[in-house]
């Protein structure tokens, strides 16, 4: 059931509707740069560092043989590419490549200020707040740092 403005609808139903939110602009955003939502969260994820295929499967909680897919599928369009692990001959290494870079710096950006924007109608005050609230939420429950923050600096490009 729809609450009207002002009536409370408690954690679980806020949440899970916020989720829908924000996957609603990440997933519009993605469009509008020709990226799938899953491209647009491998992108994102590999802006701060190659991972190896065991770590970004646990990240971006996929399958071995799903997230194979996402990385071939990623890898022809030149946006991410497989090198060696330093730390295990064995294993391989997913690293944005220079136009990856590009494309996941512009995608981030555009999809932060769409998110950000989510909150306009907040004053200021309840802005940090919400901030506040959500951090600990996120960092109570150990969520893994999958999303730059816009005031992070430069994204590395190996």
Do not use: W
């Amino acid at each position: 059931m729809v609450k009207a403005a002002g009536e409370r609808m408690g954690i679980a139903g806020a949440l899970v509707r916020s989720a829908f939110l924000v996957d609603a602009v990440y997933a519009e955003s993605g469009r509008e740069f020709g990226l799938t939502p899953q491209q647009g969260q491998l992108l994102c994820v590999l802006m701060g560092r190659p991972y190896g295929m065991g770590e970004l499967g646990g990240l971006l909680g996929l399958a071995k043989s799903s997230l194979t897919g996402l990385v071939d599928r990623t890898a022809r369009r030149g946006l991410v590419r497989r090198e060696p692990d330093p730390q295990d001959a064995r294993a391989v290494r997913v690293a944005l490549t220079e136009e990856g870079g590009a494309l996941a710096d512009a995608f981030h950006t555009e999809t932060c200020r769409r998110i950000d924007a989510l909150a306009d109608g907040l004053a200021e005050p309840e802005r940090g707040a919400l901030e506040a609230l959500l951090t600990r939420v996120v960092l109570d429950n150990k969520v893994p740092a999958v999303f730059k923050e816009l005031d992070e600096g430069p994204v590395p490009v190996s």
